[in-house]
């Protein structure tokens, strides 16, 4: 899991104490993070033009790149010396309201629209304010380009550049490769009726998500160290016709 992701997923598990730490930490802007304060005002019912040019941007430079999180809520400045960059909140006046507005946004402010973008908010305490968490996956698909701009970036630092279609198409010309997602399933482990022997189970699911399709996929497994017990251990596969199991000590 890459860096934005396990990002969003702490934010999603734990909220406002999660971002809490994120601020209380300073964690700067990188190649995976940016601030925004809004300019959208609470009775607006889209969102203020210098928002949409930042998402269209954030969502361009992001996809383009290796991902990232856009956190909407926060104002991040560097001091005058230029030495530490400074988080200061600027809550949403109305979080779920501006949640609703990027959600709607998202499918027109690039080309092509991308797919696969989380959206998450989070409340403060008591309180409708809080701030917009945007998960930007990686394009799978080839270079975006922001609808706001006119133009293709690419995160570098802690902005979004400008680069040429040349220069990106080259760097999405590599074969495209399949992204295989698994998943395990287990089942209860057996014993048999003298009582020496064990029997656990388990499943793999795994889906590709990528663009092109996954042709030899394989599982490797480690059994740990058995030391002399390894001779004693049998694995086998439900279908070995088609799952071919090989095993060997590394």
Do not use: C
Not at 55 to 67: I, P
Not at 143 to 165: C, E, M, N, Q, W
């Amino acid at each position: 899991m890459d860096r934005a992701s396990e990002l969003f997923e702490r934010l999603q598990a734990d909220g406002l104490a999660a971002l809490k730490r994120i601020l209380d930490e300073e964690e700067p802007e990188s190649l995976f993070l940016d601030y925004k304060k809004s300019a959208t005002r609470q009775e607006d019912r889209a969102l203020a033009r210098s928002d949409r040019e930042n998402l269209s941007k954030a969502l361009s430079g992001f996809a383009n790149s290796e991902g990232g999180l856009l956190i909407w809520g926060v104002d991040a400045r560097r001091e005058p010396n230029g030495q530490r960059e400074v988080l200061e909140k600027a809550a949403l006046p109305d979080a779920i309201a501006f949640r609703t507005l990027i959600e709607g946004a998202i499918s027109g402010v690039t080309i092509p629209a991308l797919s696969g973008v989380r959206v998450l908010h989070i409340l403060e305490e008591g309180a409708g304010t809080g701030f917009v968490i945007v998960h930007v996956p990686k394009s799978l698909i080839g270079p975006i380009r922001s609808v706001a701009t006119d133009k293709y970036h690419l995160r570098s630092g802690s902005s979004f550049g400008s680069v040429p279609h040349g220069v990106l198409a080259g760097m999405f010309g590599q074969s495209p490769q399949p992204v295989i997602k698994h998943n395990l399933i287990a089942h209860s482990a057996q014993l048999n009726e003298r009582r020496d022997q064990v029997s656990i189970a388990f499943a793999v699911s795994a889906g590709n998500f990528g663009a092109v399709l996954a042709r030899k996929v394989f599982l490797t497994g480690n059994l740990a160290e058995l030391g002399e017990m390894h001779t004693a251990v049998a694995v086998d596969a439900v279908h070995p016709t088609v799952y071919e199991v090989r095993r060997g000590l590394l």
